[in-house]
């Protein structure tokens, strides 16, 4: 029995968040894997000393995402925060659709919805093509080896986002270097809320101005609830920030994540390179469940007592839903080590489950789609141009992925 186990039984609760394996850098941290078959929902300790409840159950995290006794509202006593800067910098984030819940929850999403009908993703597709191609095509007359994170993987997401948005691209760099700082766990809150506050302030430039000269844009629709009073301009200005952090670096992470999967795969890969749209369909869905870069866990605070697997979740305890962890719980998925991309792996929980459930899915599985198919066609003779083991690794993000990833065909 492992030493986890015995820590929790005695009842010191293990660190959270969790060190991976480096023997195998898609696998989930083992310590998650141990505390599941201890219980799926199990006290951790986190930075602060506080002792939040952490669950690791493909069924006890689905259970808890629906259910409206657990809140997201980050300025009630007791939320576990991801770390200091995000706990000292509460006050300076409006009401979002990422920290609300209820009837105000469904007031912002449905803005940021109708940014993401089915339509306007679909009519995404040939600029998402577009772009891809012009990027490889950029790789293949430049230098070998090539990053493929700096050169594809960070590039097409941030491009697609500032598109629909309507933020210029040339600010791509800034974006990119404040959103890494404003969430750096190793960041002081100082930095964390100067960056914060540099990439809002930006943001609500634009939509001030977006609210007398109006664009074809998701950007220019929230302006226009903001002229409409349905919200106000720090609100429109937040879910444009909202929407740019979360859509771009996810995806990137995705992107080259995913290539190295497939390259250390070749078996599966060849699966991908002779399959239809349902084959790369279904592939995309695996790799969103085999990589897990949504590893360091949601936050959430119990609004009521809850009891599930055989615990007893008190009003005002904070709540860790680890989604790398149960997207390999054997329960939902056989052999969940296993990269196959023939199983069915639908219900996974890569984009989350219940009313937070990610609003950009649709365009982040065009892009993987498209970029996927792309990369094999486009370059047929792609590989790692380093060994393995000098890949670097994002443990330290919020989101996990590789810092650059060498390619050579
Ligand atoms: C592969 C790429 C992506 C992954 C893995 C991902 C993952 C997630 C996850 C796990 C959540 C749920 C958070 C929670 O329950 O606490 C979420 C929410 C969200 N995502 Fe994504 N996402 C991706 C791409 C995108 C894109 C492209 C956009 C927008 C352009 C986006 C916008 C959002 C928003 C606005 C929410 C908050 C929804 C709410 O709270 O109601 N995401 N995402």
Known sequence: MSDTVTEVRNETVPYFPMDRDARCPFAPPDGT??????NPVSRVEIWDGSRPWLVTGHAEQKALLGD??????EKLPGFPHWNEGMAANVGMRPKSVFNSDGAD???FRRMMTRAFTFKR???????????TDELIDTILAGPKPADLVAT???????IVISQMLGVPYDSHAFFQENSVKSVDRYATPEENMQAFAAMFMFMLELVEKKMSEPADDVLSDFARHAKEGEIDAAE?????LGMLIAGHETSANMIALGTLALLENPDQLSILRSGDDKVVGDAVEELMRYLGIIHNGQRRIALEDIEISG???NAGDGVIIELSSSNWDPAAFPEPERLDLTRSARHHTGFGFGPHQCIGQQLARAELQIV??????RIPDIRIAVPTEQIEFKSDRLAYGVYSLPITW
């Open 236 to 240: 429109a200005a937040q879910m444009g």
């Open 121 to 131: 993703v679909k009519e995404l597709r040939p600029f998402i093509q577009e772009t």
């Open 311 to 313: 615990q007893h979740i």
């Open 372 to 377: 996927y198919t792309s990369i094999f066609e």
């Open 68 to 73: 409206p006794r657990i809140s997201v509202d």
């Open 105 to 107: 929850h469904s007031h």
């Open 152 to 158: 594809l993987a960070l590039p097409l997401p941030s």
């Open 33 to 38: 894997r141990v505390l599941r078959e201890s």
